[in-house]
């Protein structure tokens, strides 16, 4: 079983020693077109750099002017790339006005809370006695 094993590795050594040779073969006869290549990614890298700079500084100087005062939202996923451009003077939204303050209805089990901590509180205090306490406790839950 061991010299098997030792002739299935040697048949693979010599596989990857043979794919090795072939593929350096194929970088030396080929090597001026992977360095013409690699100069085309290089030569596009850098025109890409320099659109993009001039676009960035193209986007500042229009932002500036005539962007001056509003507010820009740009939303992708949530509003499906959304862009909107509006007055920072505009009323916002509903839910948005922060100068109104609007009270909130108190929940229904709020009372009960409320009257069943001042009870707990009189009770600690020793002013109500277990059974008043049971009595009135049992008023409020009900």
């Given at each position: 079983m061991a010299a098997f094993l030792i002739l299935i590795m040697h048949v693979a050594l010599l596989g990857s020693i043979g794919a090795l040779v072939l593929f350096f073969y194929g970088i030396v006869n080929h090597?001026?077109?992977?360095?013409?290549?690699?100069?085309?990614?290089?030569?596009?890298?850098?025109?890409?750099?320099?659109?993009?700079?001039a676009d960035s500084?193209?986007?500042?100087?229009?932002?500036?002017?005539?962007?001056?005062?509003k507010t820009v939202e740009v939303s992708?996923?949530?509003?499906?790339?959304?862009?909107?451009?509006?007055?920072?003077?505009?009323?916002?939204?509903?839910?948005?006005?922060?100068?109104?303050k609007i009270d909130k209805l108190p929940s229904p089990g709020a009372e009960n809370?409320?009257?069943l901590a001042?009870?707990?509180?009189?009770?600690?205090?020793?002013?109500?006695?277990?059974?008043?306490?049971?009595k009135a406790k049992g008023r409020i839950l009900d």
């Open positions: 090597m001026a077109w992977i360095l013409l290549g690699m100069a085309c990614l290089a030569a596009a890298g850098y025109w890409f750099y320099r659109r993009i700079k500084q193209a986007f500042r100087n229009f932002a500036g002017s005539s962007l001056q005062g992708f996923m949530g509003g499906l790339a959304n862009f909107r451009i509006s007055d920072s003077q505009a009323r916002p939204g509903i839910g948005h006005d922060m100068s109104m809370v409320k009257s001042e009870l707990a509180r009189l009770f600690e205090k020793d002013l109500i006695s277990v059974e008043e306490f049971q």
